[in-house]
Nanobody
Framework: QVTLVESGGGLVQAGGSLRLSCAAS????????MSWFRQAPGKEREFVAA????????YYADSVKGRFTISRDNSKNTVYLEMNSLKPEDTAVYYC??????????????????WGQGTQVTVSS
């Protein structure tokens, strides 16, 4: 398994920006498709974005499309989530996930090989 550690969360005003990072260790990072999920209080964990192993494909939830960008740097074993035009409804704990399989669309949680511990993002109105 790969170990994932997120960072970059915090408190930001609506309309602001944050960049989350997820550093991987333990296995060959480029073997994994990577994804971000989030979970708001009282809600189920939901998909945010995914990226293929060599960045040729990306997929976003409709709720973040055009505002969030997922990217990765295999030389640094890190995946990023650039979040712009943040809204209060983006408030959640954001989790990085290493996917064992993915082609396109929303990955099922059964395809997740490893989860990070999560980082809190709070957007104030």
């Amino acid at each position: 398994q790969v170990t994932l550690v997120e960072s970059g969360g915090g408190l930001v005003q609506a309309g602001g920006s944050l960049r989350l990072s997820c550093a991987a260790s333990g296995r060959t990072f480029s073997n994994y498709y990577m994804s971000w999920f989030r979970q708001a209080p009282g809600k189920e964990r939901e998909f945010v974005a995914a990226i293929s192993r060599y960045s040729s494909s990306r997929y976003y939830a409709d709720s973040v499309k055009g505002r969030f960008t997922i990217s990765r740097d295999n030389s640094k074993n890190t995946v990023y989530l650039e979040m712009n035009s943040l809204k209060p409804e983006d408030t959640a704990v954001y989790y990085c996930a290493a996917l064992l399989t993915w082609i396109t669309g929303v990955p099922g949680t059964e395809s997740v090989g490893s989860w990070g511990q999560g980082t809190q993002v709070t957007v104030s109105s």
